[in-house]
């Protein structure tokens, strides 16, 4: 076993973990996020993307015995409780929400590329989304998702409230 001090979402956890474990099964079976969803487990389809220190990382490839000090954001983690990130807003308006598999690696992708290009041109929305795949075919629904949510945080809109959302857009709670 080794023991790794990771902060997931703003709070540490120290675990002892077995060395080839991947940071996926560490995310989800562990710690209990379920937003990082398994794929295909090679690092193609990009479902399980979260941000290790900033940068979008496919966690079905990264071993956490490596990751001891890193700070890692899941798509529960982009926002306080009861409220909304601009990013996800802007998924939900721009209908980039299909069977909503690989949207959380969208979402996580949109975050690395907006905290680095504040409004991105359609080439390098491309580029930035080129590592997660979509099986609907919603790619032109998530460019347009990340246009708006650039002009939200342009606009100094970061958060939004959770209750009015899901009520403007009729939105369910799902079990948490």
């Known amino acids: 076993m080794v ?3 990771l902060t997931v979402n703003n709070v540490k956890y120290e675990l002892d973990v077995p ?3 991947r940071l996926i099964d560490t995310l989800r079976y562990r710690l209990g996020f379920t937003s990082v969803k398994e794929g295909c487990g090679r690092g193609e389809c990009g479902s399980c993307i979260v941000l290790v220190n900033g940068n979008p990382v496919h966690s079905c490839l ?3 015995s490596r990751l001891d000090g890193a700070e890692i954001t899941t798509l529960e983690g982009l926002a306080p409780a009861g409220k909304m990130h601009a990013i996800q807003v802007a998924y939900i308006e721009a209908r980039g929400v299909q069977c909503g598999f690989c949207t959380p690696g969208f979402i996580m992708v949109t975050k690395a590329l907006l905290d680095r290009v504040s409004d991105p041109d359609d080439k390098t929305i491309r580029e ?3 590592s997660v795949l979509c099986r609907c075919g919603s790619y032109p629904y998530y460019s347009e998702a990340v246009k708006r949510a650039a002009k939200y945080l342009k606009e100094g809109k970061v958060y939004f409230d959770e209750r009015e959302v899901r009520e403007k857009y009729h939105l369910k709670v799902l079990a948490r």
């Open 19 to 21: 060395p080839l474990e």
């Open 128 to 130: 930035w989304h080129s």
């Open 3 to 5: 023991k790794v001090t």
């Open 62 to 64: 990264a071993l956490t």
